[in-house]
């Protein structure tokens, strides 16, 4: 079966779940709960057919850097909407799911890099799993305190939008903010341990810089929770930490597989 279907699928689902929601909030209206996740639901199913298809078009897992944008896109999405039967972030579906429809439609019609496909062990797999899990939760964590940023400076200016009426109090926006962040950071740690388990060769295999910008991250999310706990560190204080480790961990990941696959072509 060719991917091409299940990805405009996909997309318009995306698109159309987007704009429902849009349109509401900007109405002041709360979107339909249940109907909001079956388009979600119908959506993540083409995207993951789609995503199937792609990452076994050859021998081995094809993970390339459009594949794996669209891969952590479909987690991250998935993550938030099973997160939304606990936790009030259907907010975050409003940004996350135009970046879904982006990266299918990336990685369905733009060209795939270089890199050679990743062999199936286990071990390599699970790092796989893991990385992906950690760089979706942390990408919740990242767009939630741009949220929590926009709500701040909004109440603070007494002009709150249609939106920002419908969010959480700022103290549960900020508490959601470090329960992504406390997840993100320990899976990020599996996934560092996994890597150092079952990646052989780091050196060799171009993936130096890759593992020095991830721990870097890992650390910069570690100070902030110590800070957060042991300083109560809030505000712009935790966004701004916030946002300095989610760009090292996507140079980490997505910078170092531009290079290997768009410039260096290994």
């Keep these: 079966m060719h991917p091409l279907l299940p990805s405009l699928a996909a997309a318009a689902l995306y698109a159309g779940a987007t704009i429902y929601q849009g349109l509401r909030l900007a109405r002041q209206e709360l979107p339909n709960k249940l109907l909001l996740a079956l388009l979600v639901v119908i959506a993540l199913f083409f995207h993951g057919g789609s995503l199937f298809i792609q990452l076994h078009a050859t021998a081995g897992l094809s993970l390339d850097f459009f594949n794996a944008a669209s891969l952590i896109a ?17 907010n975050l579906l409003l940004i996350l799911m135009p970046l879904g429809c982006l990266t299918v439609l990336l990685a369905q019609f733009l060209p795939s890099g270089t890199l050679s496909p990743i062999n199936e062990e ?3 797999l699970a790092h796989i799993l893991l990385s992906i899990l ?14 929590l940023s926009l709500q ?11 939106l ?31 890597g150092w388990l079952f990646v052989d060769n780091l050196l060799a295999q171009h993936l130096a810089h890759k593992t020095l ?3 870097l991250a890992w650390l910069v999310f570690a100070v902030l929770l110590w800070g957060r706990h042991q300083l109560g560190w809030r505000g712009h204080k935790a966004i701004r930490w916030t946002l300095a480790g989610f760009l090292l961990l996507m140079l980490a990941y997505f910078g170092s597989k531009l290079v ?5 072509h290994i």
């Design 164 to 194: 920002i009426r419908n969010f959480p109090p700022l103290q549960t926006m900020e508490s959601l903010l470090f329960g992504f962040l406390w997840a993100g950071w320990a899976l990020l740690t599996l996934s560092l341990l996994s």
């Design 122 to 124: 286990p071990g390599i």
């Design 260 to 264: 290997r696959e768009f410039i260096l």
């Design 134 to 147: 950690a760089y979706g939760v942390l990408t919740i964590a990242m767009f939630q305190s741009l949220l």
């Design 74 to 90: 479909y987690a991250v999405i998935a993550i938030t909407l099973l997160a939304c039967a606990r936790i009030p972030v259907e």
């Design 152 to 162: 701040d400076h909004q109440i603070k200016h007494k002009h709150p939008s249609g």
């Design 213 to 215: 910008l991830s721990c």
